[in-house]
């Protein structure tokens, strides 16, 4: 079962935290991102990335970026990996470019996620949650 959080606000994409057994603190449930089927030629496999074991996660993997980027996992990986910075922006005086990222790290310490291991955290986190996943019948 799933409870979606967020959205990013292009193409029906949001994130929602997998309710597993066992689990009651909501900010340590696994994070999957989610496309409507066939949004930009994915399959069920590939509309649903977990992208975070716990919603600190979560948030360290688009602290470098923002979120709306993270609609191209998994179909878009390689440019999103040319695209992701090699470290975590610092904030600046007069910085209005994603003031609230800055905000977020400060606030609970969250560190963005090395470039080189992006691809297999998202394999582990796949191989880990994707078969507890449950999709109604209309989804392909």
């Known amino acids: 079962m799933r409870f979606s959080f967020a959205n990013t606000g292009g193409d029906g994409c949001h994130f929602s ?16 991102r989610t496309a409507p089927a066939g949004a930009g030629g ?9 992208v975070g074991e716990t919603l600190w996660e979560f948030l360290g993997l688009g602290l470098r970026t923002g ?3 993270l609609e191209m996992l998994p179909c878009r990986l390689d440019g999103f990996l040319a695209e992701y910075p090699d470290r975590d922006p ?3 005086a ?12 400060e606030q609970f310490g ?12 998202l394999a582990e ?10 999709f109604g019948p209309d989804i392909t």
């Open 17 to 32: 935290f997998v309710a597993l057994p066992g689990q009651h603190r909501i900010e340590e449930r696994p994070v999957v």
């Open 125 to 134: 986190l796949r191989e880990r949650y994707f078969p507890q996943l449950v």
């Open 110 to 121: 969250l560190v963005g996620w090395g470039r080189g291991a992006i691809r297999p955290r």
């Open 42 to 50: 994915c399959t069920r496999e590939s509309a649903n990335v977990l």
């Open 67 to 69: 979120f709306f980027v």
């Open 90 to 92: 610092l904030p600046t």
């Open 94 to 105: 007069g910085d209005t470019h994603q003031p609230e990222l800055h905000a977020l790290a």
